[in-house]
């Protein structure tokens, strides 16, 4: 986190967080409402199968200096908390999709282990693996 001499103004705090809108600025607001009145819905949801309003406008880049519009995102708000925490390297839980399946590209579902346990046993036709012929016999 940057240090900010005590005393500073919230422009000098902004400058130095980057920053050339101010978020409370009349400039921001008019951009952060055309935004989200271009793309009502969470980019992020969208792409889980889900329709959620979006709330807040990220930039894509992380840089809070670049206020381009293909730069910025509408996100709901849990999505923007998300991929803040993300971005700080904090362990994110990344939920599944409407069919089940994890969005996280480094779950081990989605990254072919299901594939290869799914795929025939050499020794049958099926699935699942035959019983052992060298079974204990319980006495």
């Known amino acids: ?38 793309a009502p819905l969470c980019s992020h949801c969208i792409e889980r199968g889900l329709t959620t309003v979006a709330t807040d406008v990220d930039h894509r880049d992380n840089n809070p200096s670049n206020n381009d519009l293909t730069n910025l995102v509408p996100l709901c708000h849990e999505c923007h908390s998300r991929k803040t925490a993300r971005d700080m390297g904090k362990r994110v839980a990344t939920g599944c999709n409407t069919e089940g399946m994890p969005l996280d590209p480094a779950h081990p579902w989605n990254a072919g282990t299901v594939a290869r346990l799914m795929e025939k046993s050499p020794a049958t036709d099926g699935a699942e693996p035959t019983r052992s012929t060298h079974a204990h016999r319980r006495t």
């Open 1 to 38: 986190m940057l240090k900010v001499p005590r005393g500073a103004t919230l422009r000098d705090k902004q400058q130095a967080n980057g920053r050339t809108l101010a978020l409370n600025g009349a400039a921001w607001g008019r951009l952060r409402r055309f935004v989200l009145s271009s």
